[in-house]
């Protein structure tokens, strides 16, 4: 015998509108965690073993959404905060915090996003960016130009009170972004300000790509006042099948009180999928031209990937840097750079994704 069962009307409008918004949008919780042991030594000075977050990619948890407006149109936001296992703290959605309207237009995103200077950076520096004693050099070096860690500019990786745009999907292998960034002070020094823009092209093995900007740095930037800033960067890569090349030039200058300070870097990398995992091999130059700094440094790295599954991985890491001309670059952990000294170290541990 069947049962029947009866809903009054309200309640049959309301379940139907529970069902036609689950399937207009969603919602997804991710994340990533990467932790293992590092070992970090200046030749002639310290070193240091430590259980240590990020050995080749940056541990994170997020949301993110979308909801279908009809008509091609979709609404979307993305929060993602960053975490270290070996040392969890305060969580706040500072990778990533932005909301966005897309369509076969492109896609306009308000907040704090990724700089197109930096998606470049990403997209041709090889097989490591941020991450680990491989991290990029030039990455490493851009950090010193831009006063990241020491009250400079904020735009070297992401750029806080945003708008981008970028462009359509379906442009055969183009695509390109455009950010601004408002600078928000009432003295009128336009500290924090940003305009970037980038542009990449792929078919086939080949992709290639550009990007510029110009930002402003606040009043206590390294030079006790607010600096211009430009960056430029050239990047290209090719597919072979069996291995894979990355190369990225890059070349930032900087208002000094001295004069203009120049960063010239390039950096390049080789990725060799075998089997199960991955060989990976990098090299960094970076040259600073200043009336007091003419420091030049070399990076070398070297490691291999094991993928135990689509979301688990162990990896292990080497990496060498030659310091000349005053230079101090360390391969990271807190052992203080020497200048003319080297600094090598190793990665080991595993990564989960979720």
């Known amino acids: 015998m069947k049962r029947h ?6 309640a049959t409008s309301a379940l139907a509108s529970m069902n036609l918004c689950h399937a207009q949008s969603s919602v997804t919780v991710f994340g990533l965690l990467d932790t293992g042991i590092s070992h970090y030594r200046v030749h002639g000075g310290k070193s240091q073993t430590a259980l240590a977050s990020d050995g080749i990619t940056s541990s994170r948890i997020g949301l993110r959404g979308q909801e279908d407006l009809g008509e ?18 305060e969580l706040t959605f500072a990778r990533r915090s932005t909301v966005s309207l897309a369509g076969a237009w492109g896609e306009v995103r308000l ?6 200077t930096y998606m470049i950076q990403s997209e041709f520096s090889g097989p490591w960016v941020t991450n680990g004693v491989g991290e990029s050099l030039v990455y490493r070096a851009r950090a ?53 823009g980038k542009l990449s092209y792929g078919q086939g093995p080949w992709r290639l790509g550009l990007a510029y900007s110009r930002a402003t740095g606040g009043p206590k930037a390294p030079t006790t006042r607010p600096r211009d800033l430009r960056s430029a960067s050239l990047g290209a890569s090719y597919d072979f099948g069996r291995a894979s090349v990355e190369a990225l030039y890059a070349r930032d200058s900087v208002d000094m009180p001295l004069g203009r300070k120049t960063l010239e870097g390039l950096t390049a990398g080789l990725t060799v999928p075998v089997r199960q995992g991955e060989w990976r091999l990098s090299y960094g130059h970076v040259a600073f031209s200043h ?50 000294q080297s600094s090598s170290g190793q990665n080991f541990g595993i990564r989960h994704l979720f």
């Open 144 to 196: 010193v130009v831009y006063g990241s860690s020491n009250g400079g500019q904020s735009t070297h990786v992401r750029a806080s009170n945003s708008i981008g745009y970028f462009l359509p999907k379906s442009l055969g292998g183009l695509t390109g972004h455009l950010q601004y960034a408002f600078p928000e002070s009432t003295d009128g020094s336009q500290a924090g300000r940003y305009l970037g």
């Open 72 to 89: 091609g149109m979709r609404a979307g936001f993305w929060l993602e905060g960053a975490i270290a296992p070996d040392a969890p703290g």
């Open 291 to 340: 009336p007091k700094d003419q420091s030049r440094a070399d990076k070398l790295a070297f490691g291999y990937v094991h993928h135990l599954s689509k979301r688990t991985a162990l990896y292990a890491t080497y990496a060498y840097i030659r310091n000349r001309r005053g230079a101090a670059f360390t391969v990271g952990g807190d052992p203080a750079g020497i200048p003319n």
């Open 5 to 10: 069962i009866w809903l009054p009307a309200f």
């Open 111 to 116: 907040g704090r996003d990724y700089t197109p």
